[in-house]
């Protein structure tokens, strides 16, 4: 039982590039989101997923896109990289379809853009 | 939406006492409050949770105590030791309606050998 994982670890990017951020689980989990994290501003929600086919936004969606094919996967999108998403993202998942329950989060990617 | 504020934001304590963390919140309709222990590299982890229809939790060194008029919640960790270093996180329901949570902004916590 790997839990959630992320891939890559780290990644460098220049402005204006694209690419995708993976997470997969294999809890079964209904609830998957997204995560950013700068300093001293805690975890900031990107988007969120209740169920394959079924995607909202957080609290910062703009930049990002997601889709929710399988119950396992949940990619994040960055669409043209800018300075300002250098950060670490978090992927977690959770038993529970409100979110509000225990929430797994993977190991992060620490993602700079240049 | 939910404003979760959290502090102190750093916090040293020698090992074998008590630290306290303190968090408030907006909506007086939220009912859920996790905290989480992120160490250092690592992906945050879910240590204690909370739901309003209790004012107290405990599991061994841990506890969290929760205020509804006051709209504050509290994470107490009694006897720190060395491994308690760490980045901690409150959390309560976003807006209504929403799936979600919203994150305090962490609290570094040293505890010195």
């Known amino acids: 039982n790997a839990g959630v994982t992320q891939t890559p670890k780290f990644q460098v990017l220049k402005t204006g590039q694209s690419m995708t951020l993976q997470c997969a689980q294999d809890?079964?989990?209904?609830?998957m989101s997204w995560y950013r994290q700068d300093p001293g501003m805690g975890l900031r929600l990107i988007h969120y997923?209740?169920?394959?086919?079924?995607?909202d936004q957080g609290e910062v969606p703009n930049g990002y896109n997601v889709s929710r094919s399988t119950t396992e996967d949940f990619p994040l999108r960055l669409l043209s990289a800018a300075p300002s998403q250098t950060s670490v993202y978090f992927c977690?998942?959770?038993?529970?379809?409100?979110?509000?329950?225990?929430?797994?989060f993977g190991p992060g990617t620490r993602l700079t853009v240049l | 939406g939910e404003n979760v504020e959290q502090h102190p934001s750093t916090l040293s304590v020698q090992e074998g006492d008590s630290a306290v963390i303190k968090c408030t919140y907006s909506?007086?309709?939220?009912?859920?409050f996790p905290w989480y222990k992120q160490e250092l590299g690592k992906g945050p982890q879910l240590i204690i949770d909370?739901?309003?229809?209790?004012g107290e939790k405990k599991d061994q060194r841990i506890a969290v105590t929760l205020n509804k008029t006051a709209k504050h919640f509290s994470l107490h960790i009694t006897e720190t030791q060395p491994e308690d270093s760490a980045v901690y996180f409150c959390?309560?329901?976003?807006?209504?309606?929403?799936?979600?949570?919203?994150f305090g902004s962490g609290t570094r916590l040293q505890v010195q050998p």
């Open positions: 959390a309560a329901p976003s807006d209504t309606g929403r799936r979600a949570l919203t």
């Open positions: 809890m079964n989990h209904e609830y």
């Open positions: 909506d007086s309709a939220s009912n859920y």
């Open positions: 909370i739901r309003s229809n209790v």
């Open positions: 977690a998942s959770s038993y529970s379809d409100s979110g509000l329950g225990e929430q797994f």
């Open positions: 997923s209740v169920g394959a086919g079924i995607t």
